[in-house]
Nanobody
């Protein structure tokens, strides 16, 4: 059994910052890849950023230069530092982890960017 617990969402003004965390627990040997997706109302879920166990990263074009993904392998935790937030970043953010060829999802955390 694997669980992903996200934290760090909330309400922030445009231009502000938030840091999301995703902690994995349970039957884990190693996590090949961790990442974040987001889904805004009426839109499809989209990849925001991902990081492999070796540290290689991928970002959506819309967040490049503003968001940074990182991970602490000793804690099975991934982080998403979000700077210069825009109203269009408003969405539910979901953590995902690839463990033993299976994707596990977190429950989601709401990020709202509004003045």
């Amino acid at each position: 059994q694997v669980q992903l617990v996200e934290s760090g969402g909330g309400l922030v003004q445009p231009g502000g910052s938030l840091r999301l965390s995703c902690a994995a627990s349970g039957s884990i040997f190693s996590i090949a890849r961790m990442g974040w997706y987001r889904q805004a109302p009426g839109k499809q879920r989209e990849l925001v950023a991902a990081i492999t166990d070796g540290g290689s990263t991928t970002y959506a074009d819309s967040v490049k230069g503003r968001f940074t993904i990182s991970r602490d392998n000793s804690k099975n935790t991934a982080y998403l530092q979000m700077n210069s937030l825009k109203p269009e970043d408003t969405a539910v953010y979901y953590c995902i982890a690839l463990i033993r060829l299976r994707d596990y999802w977190g429950q989601g955390t709401q990020v709202t960017v509004s003045s």
